[in-house]
């Protein structure tokens, strides 16, 4: 059984940056691992992803260029550092995992942390 818990949410200010980690509790350097993030109201939305390797990712168009994602097998950490953060980043931001390879589909994830809030005030 795979755990993960994310830590590294909290409260800033637009034009602030903030990074998230997601620890997960046994080897999971052959699980491709993902962020998604979900807004009062609206459903949960893929904004990141990276292969078991580290060597693939792929970013959602709402935070291409501002966010990194990032693993450190060896410490099974996965790290989402998010730069000029504005109000509509506003979310409870979840760690997901699933052997080999990501997908942008929550339902195709096995493994899910508990959320970190993440709120940007303007």
């Known amino acids: 059984q795979v755990q993960l818990v994310e830590s590294g949410g909290g409260l800033v200010q637009a034009g602030g940056s903030l990074t998230l980690s997601c620890t997960t509790s046994?080897?999971?350097?052959?699980?491709?691992m993902a962020w998604f993030r979900q807004a009062p109201g609206k459903e949960r939305e893929f904004v990141v992803a990276?292969?078991?390797?580290?060597?693939?990712?792929y970013y959602a168009d709402s935070v291409k260029g501002r966010s990194t994602i990032s693993r450190d097998n060896a410490k099974n950490t996965v790290y989402l550092q998010m730069n000029s953060l504005n109000p509509e980043d506003t979310a409870v931001y979840y760690c997901?995992?699933?052997?080999?390879?990501?997908?942008?589909?929550?339902?195709?994830?096995?493994?899910w942390g508990q959320g970190t809030q993440v709120t940007v005030s303007s």
């Open positions: 990276i292969n078991w390797s580290g060597k693939t990712t």
């Open positions: 046994g080897r999971t350097f052959n699980y491709a």
């Open positions: 997901a995992a699933r052997v080999l390879t990501y997908s942008l589909v929550p339902g195709d994830y096995n493994y």
